[in-house]
């Protein structure tokens, strides 16, 4: 029988931590073989672990971890298309191709995630309102199935598991390879505008204002902040720059400076991490962050500022803490502004919180953008967390907003069904490609996507 280790894992923000099977096959025929062979009642394929809740954790059954298919395959150097394995990180794409002035179509706020993780989760970024999602630039997928068939699909060929796949969170099968179109850029620079906002209205009123200017555009939100300061943000928008506007003194276009990095090396205690303190911070980071114009900064300080911090994650302390993202639609905005209120009154207080503009959702049956707003906080785990969220939960769902998969940990199976009302198209492609429901996580159960016990 294929071997695995018994370990206690979690997503990125370490709750819940639970046992699992975890195997790591070093090839392709190894991850069959596991699904085929394995003893486990079902499975879930896992990359960097970078999904915050519990989309990719699996008590009472089996995790594979797909890091070790991590081979490039091909590339168009003409058309800039990457043929790959799903292992490959968005890190070993960036490396490999930022130099020969290629960049990802769309990368989510970390490189430390997979390809195959960027589309079983369909990943958007700070371009969403103009490029969409990962998989809307995915030209094909290679897939394992449960019953051991591998399938090839595409937007023109299987389109119906092509798009179950797209945002599915590995229920349909296990992604082999993937084919990606990556785009063109003359530097490795971002040309970043920084703008303060008072509060929300304001913020809002900026982004209809510029989001249609810049490719890039994300604010930063202080949800400390109440009353007449509600939403008080920074709003920040770049687009890349062209080679010839460089000046001089950044050297080489398509090189950025060698940056060391620090480490977070144990968990620190969860009591650094209260109202005072991230009040502070906000404080001092909207003070350095005034409005100005045309600052120059590498692609990855603008995109993975948290990168450059190993094990940030360990910053909440042992309990860990819940990422929570709300996606509502442009009318329930009202939705948005109770949500932070709920936030900023119950001393839950978010230490990272950031706020976008999203353009259409893609065709993914599970994908989570919508046209709208997103809102992302981060949670600490206290006591009460679990019905802090839920209550939170039936409050997107009253402004028909949406949560993301990737940073879920409590949504019940009747408000997800809410949110996602192509649940059962999805499941009946589930059912043809995984008769026998080898395919499972704790989020799958949770949520009602597949049956069975849900586990502490």
Same mark, same amino acid.
């Given at each position: ?18 046992? +699992? ?17 394995? *003893? ?43 043929? +790959? ?73 299987? *389109? ?13 099968g296990i992604i082999l390879t ?160 109770k949500l932070l209120e709920k ?49 939170s939960d039936e409050l997107v ?12 940990? +409590? ?46």
């Amino acid at each position: 029988m294929p071997a695995h280790v018994k370990q206690k894992i979690a997503g990125w923000g370490g709750w819940p931590r639970v046992e +699992c099977a975890v195997f790591r096959p070093e090839k392709r025929r190894g991850i069959a073989d596991v699904l085929a062979n394995g *003893e486990q009642p079902h499975y879930i394929a896992r990359g960097l672990g970078r999904s915050y809740g519990d989309v990719a954790v699996n008590p009472g059954g089996g995790v594979i971890n797909t890091t070790r298919l991590n081979r490039m395959i091909a590339f168009d150097e003409n058309a800039g298309v990457l043929e +790959c394995e799903a292992g490959v990180s968005l890190e070993e794409i960036l490396e490999t191709f930022v130099p020969r002035g290629w960049f990802l179509p769309v990368t989510p706020g970390t490189k430390f995630v997979t390809v195959g993780g960027a589309i079983a989760n369909d990943v958007h970024g700070k371009n969403h309102h103009i490029d969409g999602t990962f998989g809307e630039h995915v030209d094909r997928i290679t897939l394992l199935t449960p019953t051991g068939s591998i399938i090839t699909c595409s937007p023109k060929q299987n *389109e119906d598991v092509f798009w179950a796949t797209v945002g599915g969170i590995g229920l349909t099968g296990i992604i082999l390879t993937a084919t990606i179109r990556l785009q063109r850029i003359t530097s490795a620079y971002i040309k970043v505008d920084y703008r303060q906002c008072t509060n929300l209205d304001a913020l809002l009123a900026a982004i209809r204002e510029t989001d249609d200017k810049y490719k890039y555009s994300v604010a930063w939100v202080d949800c400390i902040a109440k009353g007449a300061k509600l939403g008080r943000s920074v709003l920040m928008s770049g687009d890349h720059v062209a080679a010839n506007e460089l000046p001089s003194q950044y050297g080489h276009a398509l090189s950025i400076p060698h940056k060391s990095k620090k480490n977070v090396p144990f968990n620190l205690p969860g009591f650094l991490l209260n109202p005072l303190s991230i009040g502070a911070f906000n404080k001092l980071f909207y003070a350095v962050h005034p409005s100005k114009q045309g600052q120059i900064t590498d692609y990855d300080k603008y995109f993975y500022p948290l990168d450059a911090i190993h094990n940030w994650n360990r910053g909440y302390g042992k309990n860990g803490f819940a990422q929570y993202q709300a996606t509502f639609p442009h009318d329930g905005v009202e939705g948005l502004v109770k949500l932070l209120e709920k936030l900023s009154a119950s001393g839950r207080a978010s230490f990272l919180a950031v706020l976008k503009r999203m353009g259409p959702g893609s065709k993914g049956l599970l994908s989570h953008p919508i046209d709208g707003w997103t809102l992302t906080l981060d949670i600490p785990v206290k006591d009460g967390i679990v019905q802090f969220l839920n209550e939170s939960d039936e409050l997107v769902a009253q402004y028909n907003g949406r949560l993301y998969t990737a940073k879920d940990s +409590c949504t019940r199976p009747e408000v997800f069904a809410a949110m996602y009302p192509r649940i059962k198209e999805f499941k009946a492609i589930k059912a043809k490609l995984d008769p026998a429901g080898k395919l499972s996580s704790r989020l799958a159960r949770r949520c009602g996507i597949v049956e069975g016990p849900v586990e502490p």
